[in-house]
């Protein structure tokens, strides 16, 4: 084996087992056959940069780079297809998320994502009372690009909004709070004992 070759295998085999560490459910990634049936599956599957099957075979090439800061993980809106379909049932949707979240982790996802903000601001909307507050979230939307912006969105979307509101969706009253779990403070600690797990199996792991 040359020098060369030798250097290849050594940067491969480094990645592959970084991902087997690091992602959640990435030791799955070398049992990828490259069927594609993930990329036919996916209901985004021709917006991605590279579909799932790609992004394996990447890790499996040793394309550290061009794997983390790539906005394909980013696409990904969990409906599980891909998971229902693979013939070797990879959990693909989690292999995803968990670079995603990998790549933040590391400060090397894409910049300006908005799949990546939007994700953001779901999840912090949330976490607040532990159930979405429609409200909140849509003005977080129609608002991000500043406030002419802001409200041409709102008024192009007043229809849906009467809709949420007929159908109990959404109440003026939840700018100032909203519907939440009956146990917000137990959703609390369950969530940082999560976080706290999840601190110390990045300090094991030294990532």
Known sequence: MSTNTAMVEK????????VETNVEE???VKMCMQCGVCAGSCPLGNAWEHPPQEIF???RAGKREDVLTSDSMWMCTSCYSCIVRCPRELPI?????????????LGIQPKNNPTQWFSEVFWNNMMRKGRVNELRLGLSLYFRNGFLSGIRESLKNAGLGRNLMKAKRMSPM?????HGVKDASGLQKIIN??????AARIERHGK
């Not at 949707?93 to 982790?105: F, P, Q």
């Not at 004992?193 to 999840?198: G, P, R």
């Open 174 to 178: 939840e700018f100032f709070g909203g």
């Open 26 to 28: 990435g030791e799955w």
């Open 57 to 59: 075979m990447m890790i």
């Open 193 to 198: 004992k999560a976080q706290e797990l999840e």
């Open 11 to 18: 940067y491969r085999n480094n990645f592959l087992k970084e």
């Open 93 to 105: 949707t989690h292999i995803m998320h968990g670079l995603a979240h990998y790549a933040k982790r």
